[in-house]
């Protein structure tokens, strides 16, 4: 709850939440944050991996630019 009321401190960075469960109250929460990619704590990692693989790229794209 303390995260979702810092929000706005985040401003435009990418988000990525791992969540501790699944209950559907903690996935409600952990969007209010609006997250480019939201995976669970027991949950295979290759996604993420991936995830933060694209955004690596994105903004080192944006720098050379």
Known sequence: ME??????LFGTLP???IL???QVATIR???LLQPRFLTFY???F????Q???KIHNT???????
């Open 15 to 17: 988000i990525i939440l």
């Open 46 to 49: 290759n996604e993420l991996t």
């Open 51 to 53: 995830v933060i693989k």
């Open 42 to 44: 027991d949950s295979d």
């Open 59 to 65: 903004a080192s794209n944006r720098v050379a630019l």
């Open 3 to 8: 995260l979702v009321t810092l929000k706005n």
């Open 20 to 22: 501790p469960d699944q």
């Open 29 to 31: 929460m952990g969007h």
